[in-house]
C-alpha cells in the first residue's frame, strides 16, 4: 500500500511541474532543477525505517551524479534549439551523461588508489 502511495504523490508532484513548465518554461526549469526527487527519495527511505548512515551515503552519492546531469541537460539544451528531433536530442544527453560517469568514475578510482 504504502508504494502506491509513494507513486502517487510522485506523480501528482511530476504532474504539477509539468503543468507550471507548460505555462511558464523558465520558472518550470527551475522548480524541476530542485532536487525534488532526491528529498522525496531521502523521505521515503526515513518514513521506510532505513537507518540514517543510509541516508547520508545516499545524500552523497546524488552529489556525484551532478556533473553528468548538467552535461546531459546542456547536450539536450543545445541540441533542441538547434532543431535536433526530441529523441534524438535524449539520446545524445543520455549517452553524454554516460560518457561523463564513466570517465569520473575512472578517474576518481585512479585518483583513490
Same mark, same amino acid.
Given at each position: =500500500?504504502f508504494?502506491?502511495? !509513494?507513486?502517487?504523490?510522485s506523480?501528482?508532484?511530476i ?10 518554461? *523558465? *520558472? ?5 532543477? @530542485?532536487? /525534488?526527487?532526491?528529498? @522525496?527519495?531521502i $523521505? &521515503?527511505l #526515513?518514513? *521506510?525505517?532505513?537507518?540514517m548512515? !543510509?541516508?547520508? !551515503?545516499? %545524500?552523497i552519492?546524488?552529489? &556525484? ?8 541537460? @546542456? /547536450? $539536450?539544451?543545445?541540441?533542441l534549439?538547434?532543431? /535536433?528531433? @526530441?529523441f %534524438?536530442?535524449l539520446? =545524445?544527453g $543520455? %549517452?553524454?551523461?554516460? $560518457?561523463? #560517469?564513466? %570517465? *569520473?568514475?575512472l578517474?576518481?578510482?585512479n585518483?583513490?588508489?
Amino acid at each position: =500500500m504504502f508504494t502506491i502511495v !509513494k507513486v502517487i504523490i510522485s506523480a501528482i508532484i511530476i504532474g504539477v511541474i509539468t503543468e507550471i513548465s507548460r505555462r511558464f518554461p *523558465q *520558472q518550470g526549469g527551475i522548480i524541476a532543477a @530542485l532536487p /525534488i526527487v532526491s528529498l @522525496l527519495s531521502i $523521505i &521515503w527511505l #526515513y518514513t *521506510q525505517g532505513e537507518q540514517m548512515d !543510509k541516508l547520508s !551515503k545516499f %545524500a552523497i552519492s546524488v552529489v &556525484w551524479g551532478i556533473p553528468g546531469t548538467v552535461v546531459m541537460l @546542456l /547536450i $539536450i539544451g543545445v541540441s533542441l534549439k538547434h532543431s /535536433i528531433n @526530441l529523441f %534524438a536530442s535524449l539520446g =545524445m544527453g $543520455i %549517452a553524454g551523461w554516460l $560518457i561523463f #560517469y564513466l %570517465a *569520473q568514475d575512472l578517474i576518481v578510482k585512479n585518483l583513490i588508489n
